[in-house]
């Protein structure tokens, strides 16, 4: 099955289009002001108007606020949900929307503990553990964490790089990958040389 890929932290039409026509699956936008990748609802319903279609166009969120969340998903036309703070699934399950889990890896996170909690979830997304900062770090994690057995789609995150994103994929054989960081020329944005890189790598054998 052919990895699939997401480009996160976009902030600009540009960066978007590039990586649609690079051949990204997804695009993610970042609702969260304590990150120089965060962006507006205007720009995000540009962003989103801007892509062509069968690209998916994904809103993460940090601790949310519920009437903040839903005048973005309206706004904007986000198609799937990225939450990473820790509030209840019938919290996330009240948005009417496709949503992924974030889960910061350490050694006691129990990844089939996660699945039970958020059932509806659509997938894991797996991402580094860095205190006060809840993704976007640009570093990895010990993916021998990751147990072969889980039944949710398993997208993941932290610190990939095209020199790395190769050997991630044959550890943890995940539905898709997720880069933000590891494709920019500053915070926030993107660089079309290492996205397509990147996106050259995970094809590559596929």
């Not at 019938?90 to 929307?97: H, N, V």
């Not at 054989?173 to 926030?188: I, R, T």
Request: charged fraction near 25%; aromatic fraction near 6%.
């Amino acid at each position: 099955m052919q990895t699939r890929i997401k480009i996160c932290g976009i902030t600009r039409i540009e960066d978007g289009l590039a990586a649609a026509r690079l051949g990204a699956d997804a695009i993610g936008m970042v609702f969260y002001e304590a990150t120089p990748r965060c962006v507006t609802v205007d720009q995000a319903r540009a962003i989103a108007q801007a892509l062509p279609p069968f690209v998916t166009r994904v809103g993460l969120f940090v601790d949310v606020d519920a009437d903040r969340v839903r005048a973005t998903i309206s706004a904007v036309g986000l198609d799937i949900l990225q939450f990473h703070g820790e509030e209840s699934a019938e919290t996330y399950r009240a948005f009417g929307r496709p949503y992924i889990k974030a889960v910061r890896m350490q050694d006691h996170v129990d990844l089939h503990a996660q699945q039970r909690a958020y059932p509806d979830a659509v997938g894991l997304l797996l991402d580094s553990y860095v205190k006060h900062a809840p993704g976007g770090s640009g570093e990895t994690f010990d993916w021998r964490l990751v147990p072969q057995d889980l039944e949710k789609p398993i997208i993941l995150a932290g610190g990939l790089t095209a020199d790395n994103v190769k050997d991630a994929i044959k550890a943890v054989q995940p539905f898709a990958v997720d880069v933000s960081s590891g494709v920019e020329e500053a915070k926030g944005i993107k660089d079309p040389r290492k996205i397509s890189a990147f996106i050259e790598k995970v094809r590559e054998d596929q």
